[in-house]
């Protein structure tokens, strides 16, 4: 009996000290672990692609574009560093030190605020787009993109310091064993975070789009009474792709309610429902993978722009210039 107490703990020399190891069922602790981690390299290699894409073909490099791109790389680090601790911890015990436990923490915050913050900035630039298409290229420059994608990063650095800031000044202070990785907020820091990562770029995604929906429709509306008067149907192929980024743009609006909305519920329940908290934090997790679906595999320049990769055509000469749009 006390043998099999031993092999439970984290670390059995430290006896009272060490944490129990997680338990699991021999399919929670394989199939679920081995299709977890399936979506992860799945979310690294689709965002490796979408960065690769627009950083290597000079076409690709449009302000848009910058804004897919500053995602995609948030993206990325879920699926490369965030997701996986977070399967780690839910099947094995922190080995590594405190330090290295709130550090995790603060890039997980980081990362995912920041992927927030770039779906605002594009939903802000389809708005530009579609509903004041002859100021856009004025409004919005590459310059003013990079601009903005370095304050939302600096944003994210800093509210991610202001949650975390007791873990990271004094790491593994609210550890109750060791093999632990918790990591504390208070009431006040939890309602800011709900705020400013979930409610109010909610409400900003679905005014925009909202907007743009109605937009889209009005001018499709438009053109199908211009052809029915027998005048040149030549904007027609204009309307039809603003409506079809309308309807894109519903679908994320759809993904993005999806995949926050119960891990937000379940945050302000706090432990009400223990059993669900994993499982909606990497419903929390899966819009990283969803995300370059969503945004950039039903583009025909993408697709093109894989074949370039996997076909090994970007390691030319001139590669970068060629045709991809």
Same mark, same amino acid.
């Given at each position: 009996?006390?043998?099999?107490?031993?092999?439970?703990?984290?670390?059995?020399?430290?006896?009272?000290?060490?944490?129990?190891?997680?338990?699991?069922?021999?399919?929670?602790?394989? /199939?679920? &672990?081995? +299709?977890?981690?399936? $979506?992860? *390299?799945?979310?690294? !290699?689709? @965002?490796?692609?979408?960065?690769? %894409?627009?950083?290597?073909?000079?076409?690709?490099?449009?302000?848009?574009?910058?804004?897919?791109?500053?995602?995609?790389?948030?993206?990325?680090?879920?699926?490369?560093?965030?997701?996986?601790?977070?399967?780690?911890?839910?099947?094995?015990?922190?080995?590594?030190?405190?330090?290295?436990?709130?550090?995790?923490?603060?890039?997980?915050?980081?990362?995912?605020?920041?992927?927030?913050?770039?779906?605002?900035?594009?939903?802000?630039?389809?708005?530009?787009?579609?509903?004041?298409?002859?100021?856009?290229?004025?409004?919005?420059?590459?310059?003013?993109?990079?601009?903005?994608?370095?304050?939302?990063? /600096?944003? &994210?650095? +800093?509210?991610?310091? $202001?949650? *975390?800031?007791?873990? !990271?000044? @004094?790491?593994?202070?609210?550890? %109750?064993?060791?093999?632990?990785?918790?990591?504390?907020?208070?009431?006040?820091?939890?309602?800011?975070?709900?705020?400013?990562?979930?409610?109010?770029?909610?409400?900003?995604?679905?005014?925009?789009?909202?907007?743009?929906?109605?937009?889209?429709?009005?001018?499709?509306?438009?053109?199908?009474?211009?052809?029915?008067?027998?005048?040149?149907?030549?904007?027609?192929?204009?309307?039809?792709?603003?409506?079809?980024?309308?309807?894109?743009?519903?679908?994320?609006?759809?993904?993005?309610?999806?995949?926050?909305?119960?891990?937000?519920?379940?945050?302000?329940?706090?432990?009400?429902?223990?059993?669900?908290?994993?499982?909606? +934090?990497?419903?929390?997790?899966?819009?990283?993978?969803?995300?370059?679906?969503?945004?950039?595999?039903?583009?025909?320049?993408?697709?093109?722009?894989?074949?370039?990769?996997?076909?090994?055509?970007?390691?030319?000469?001139?590669?970068?210039?060629?045709?991809?749009?």
């Amino acid at each position: 009996m006390e043998s099999k107490d031993q092999s439970e703990l984290c670390f059995p020399q430290l006896a009272n000290l060490s944490c129990s190891k997680p338990p699991s069922s021999w399919s929670e602790g394989v /199939f679920w &672990s081995v +299709l977890l981690y399936f $979506i992860c *390299v799945l979310t690294v !290699l689709l @965002n490796l692609l979408v960065i690769t %894409s627009i950083s290597h073909f000079r076409q690709l490099r449009t302000p848009t574009n910058l804004l897919l791109l500053s995602l995609a790389v948030c993206d990325l680090l879920v699926g490369l560093l965030v997701w996986p601790g977070e399967i780690f911890l839910n099947k094995s015990c922190w080995t590594l030190s405190d330090v290295s436990c709130s550090l995790y923490n603060f890039v997980s915050f980081t990362v995912t605020s920041a992927s927030v913050g770039n779906m605002v900035m594009m939903s802000a630039d389809r708005y530009v787009a579609i509903c004041n298409p002859l100021q856009y290229h004025v409004q919005v420059t590459v310059k003013r993109i990079q601009l903005f994608v370095c304050l939302c990063w /600096f944003s &994210s650095l +800093l509210m991610s310091s $202001i949650l *975390v800031k007791e873990d !990271l000044a @004094n790491p593994g202070k609210y550890k %109750s064993c060791y093999g632990e990785c918790v990591i504390h907020i208070d009431y006040a820091a939890s309602v800011f975070d709900l705020v400013v990562t979930f409610i109010l770029p909610l409400c900003i995604i679905v005014t925009l789009y909202t907007r743009v929906f109605a937009v889209a429709v009005s001018q499709a509306r438009a053109v199908r009474s211009h052809v029915r008067c027998g005048k040149a149907p030549l904007p027609m192929r204009a309307r039809k792709s603003e409506l079809k980024a309308a309807r894109t743009l519903g679908v994320l609006v759809l993904v993005f309610l999806m995949c926050f909305c119960p891990y937000y519920c379940v945050s302000l329940a706090g432990d009400s429902f223990p059993w669900s908290a994993s499982v909606v +934090l990497n419903m929390y997790y899966l819009n990283s993978c969803v995300n370059p679906l969503i945004y950039v595999w039903f583009y025909p320049w993408f697709r093109r722009a894989v074949k370039h990769i996997v076909t090994l055509q970007v390691l030319q000469s001139g590669s970068c210039g060629a045709n991809i749009l």
